[in-house]
């Protein structure tokens, strides 16, 4: 397992089968019920009418179409991790429901597939079928023939990707190679974002990515553009960040990475930001944040309405999804 410090890191910024017929929908009107006060900005709130009623909710991946969306969603000291779905039918998003797959184990980090047939996830659920204990993180998919159809059972990517360390956060190009998070030995306790080959065949030994992005501290987190053109992760408490994990960019030049650069106080926040996630037919980054703008006043607070406003607004330091406009920052 993971040093205290990894498990820290990735917790705690740690199938869809057939659609139902009649999905449950959630009218915009009810987002006037979270009376959600936040400050205008690039970076907005998504969907705050369903995510405003969770305290803790991340990783975030959506189809191309922004009618199929995936998240985790875990308890507020994190013993419970699932993969849950909404849809979009006449523009509105439906109410949340375990994925198929997921709800049994310790399930996070989905990730659709270019093409939208494959979903990926992190998972400690037994390899054997015929076992019921857990064991560290591997990656994991659910398949399917057309994106219409049911997924598949879930699948261990198996060796190399995954080994007797935990391996985290799959993101996939559309030529397959496969990048994620991990821990290694004679890595002194610190996440590293690797990248396995696909050779046409089968995966090809992991490597860690080069220095443009891998430091030696920690970096977690990894969205992969299809053409792999660039890379967005998380950094944690980098010289250059301005909260205690930060969303980097590096772009691939001549087959090599740059030097990542800090996304800036457009996108980041005093808090932790990670798990990004970019549609690129709409030019959207979705994100995780624990940001808050809630105020503590000089003159402190008399008005219980006022108070409870301020605690349960959207950025109120409660783990949420948000999304920004991708072609203000690349």
């Not at 969770?54 to 959506?62: E, G, L, P």
């Not at 772009?251 to 798990?275: F, H, P």
């Amino acid at each position: 397992m993971k040093s205290t410090l990894t498990l820290t890191l990735c917790v705690l910024l740690f199938n869809c089968n057939t659609k139902p017929e009649q999905p449950e929908v959630i009218s915009s009107e009810k987002e006037d019920a979270f009376d959600i006060a936040y400050k205008e900005g690039a970076v907005t709130p998504f969907a705050p009418e369903i995510f405003s009623q969770f305290i803790n909710v991340r990783d975030f991946t959506v189809n191309s179409e922004e009618d199929e969306a995936y998240f985790t969603l875990l308890s507020p000291a994190r013993e419970l991790s699932v993969i849950m779905y909404i849809q979009k039918e006449d523009a509105i998003w439906s109410s949340p429901k375990i994925a198929d797959f997921s709800g049994r184990y310790t399930d996070l980090e989905p990730f659709l597939s270019p093409d939208g047939l494959r979903l990926y996830f992190a998972s400690n659920r037994p390899v054997s079928k015929d076992s019921t204990n857990v064991k560290d993180f591997d990656i994991w998919y659910v398949e399917r023939d057309k994106v219409d159809a049911k997924w598949s059972q879930p699948i261990n990517a198996g060796t190399p990707v995954n080994s007797s360390f935990d391996e985290f956060y799959p993101s996939v190009a559309s030529n397959k190679n496969l990048y994620f998070t991990a821990i290694k030995e004679n890595m002194n306790g610190q996440d590293d974002i690797f990248m396995s080959t696909w050779n046409g065949t089968t995966y090809e030994t992991p490597v860690a990515l080069s220095a443009g992005v891998n430091t030696e501290g920690a970096e977690f987190n990894a969205f992969v553009a299809p053409d792999e053109s660039f890379i967005l992760f998380s950094g944690w408490r980098r010289p250059d960040g301005i909260g205690s994990g930060d969303l980097y960019i590096s772009k691939r030049v001549n087959g090599e990475w740059q030097t990542a650069t800090n996304l800036g106080e457009t996108i980041n926040s005093k808090q932790t930001d990670y798990c990004p996630f970019v549609n690129l037919e709409t030019e959207t980054l979705y994100f995780t944040s624990r940001r808050t703008h809630v105020e503590k006043k000089d003159s402190g607070y008399t008005d219980t309405d006022e108070l409870l406003k301020q605690i349960n607004r959207y950025d109120n330091g409660a783990s949420r999804i948000y999304k920004a406009s991708y072609s203000d920052i690349h």
